[in-house]
């Protein structure tokens, strides 16, 4: 399928749950729900205003798609590379994440200001060089995901846990931390605390 467009909601009825090769599809206002496209490729699609509900895009192909105020909420989303999307033309809102799995990603170098990552699985993902000024990770597991040279000013890790940011790597201005959470921030600054 190729240069349609779509309003309505996309399950696994739809002719689009069948096949692993979207191109040049625009959808505005969809809601996607319980599709397995894991292993596809979106090839210079549009999504305005989407919601992807217990969807699984694992191993997803971005190809210059372009995911504007996109919410995904309780979708498998392993093994993304999400610098293949097309950022630069976005025109809505960062995405959010609730309830994601979304290990072995990268969003390396992505500026994603305001992007909503709530109570997510997010285990050995690449943040590196990423801008994530105002993101929230709240109540998301954080474990090997490489934050460097990120800006994470103001972004809240309130009731994260698992992360290590080495503040000597990273803008944390005004950012929020769990008090707990937060001793793991002394670790790169070689600190020892004792009782």
């Known amino acids: 399928m190729e240069n349609e467009y779509f309003d309505s909601d996309i399950d696994l009825q739809h ?13 505005e206002q969809c809601r996607f729900e319980g599709l397995d496209l894991s292993q596809g ?10 919601e992807f509900i217990n969807c ?14 996109a919410v995904f909420s ?21 995405p959010k994440f609730k309830g994601c799995l979304l290990n072995s990603g990268s969003f390396f170098a992505l500026s994603l200001g305001a992007a909503h990552f709530i109570d997510c699985k997010i285990q050995d993902v690449d943040f590196t060089q990423a801008s994530l000024m105002k993101a929230s990770f709240r ?7 490489r934050f460097h040279q990120s800006d994470l000013t103001r972004t ?11 503040v000597t790597q990273n803008r944390i201005e005004k950012a929020r931390f769990s008090r707990m959470e937060a001793l793991g921030l002394l670790a790169s600054l070689g600190i020892e605390l004792v009782d």
């Open 74 to 94: 309780n979708c498998k989303l392993l093994g993304i590379d999400w610098t293949q999307a097309d950022w630069q033309s976005n025109l809505g809102n960062p």
């Open 139 to 145: 109540g998301s597991e954080l474990t090997h995901t």
């Open 56 to 69: 699984d895009f694992s191993l997803l192909r971005l190809n210059n798609s372009q995911l504007h105020s």
């Open 156 to 166: 809240d890790f309130s009731q994260a846990h698992g992360y290590q940011i080495d």
């Open 41 to 50: 490729q979106w090839r210079f699609c549009v999504f305005d205003e989407c």
């Open 15 to 27: 002719d689009l749950a069948s096949q692993p090769c979207w191109n040049s599809l625009r959808f």
